[in-house]
């Protein structure tokens, strides 16, 4: 018998493979094992408020990926449609718009934090 550990989408499986046992019986597979711990990303860090409280209008993530640029300033006008941060997400740049009309009360990220899909990226009031 050999041992093999092999990893398949991010889980890790101890395998024990049989030489020389040609029966033609199907065999009973070995329950896979317990998935390893992966090594974890730091946890993101706190959001940074600039310029004071955050407003009552979220402008959420829509997708995971990593911050590329910032937009819009803290205390700028934006009407609803403009782009207040843009992301990068599969090698694409998607940009992330104002949902009304509004101030920009926050800015929450920084240019190349890692977001996740409905992460707060700003505030407007």
Partial sequence: ???YTIT???NVYDVVVEEGTSTGAPVAAKAPAAPKAAPKAAPAPAPKAAGGAAGSIRVEAGAAGKVFKIESKVGQAV???DPVVIIE???M???????QDGTVASIDVAV????EAGALLATLN
């Fill in 8 to 10: 398949v989408n991010g």
């Fill in 1 to 3: 018998m050999k041992n």
């Fill in 112 to 115: 190349g934090d890692p977001i």
């Fill in 79 to 81: 009407k609803a449609g």
């Fill in 89 to 91: 997400a599969m090698k």
């Fill in 93 to 99: 740049e998607i940009p992330v718009v104002a949902p």
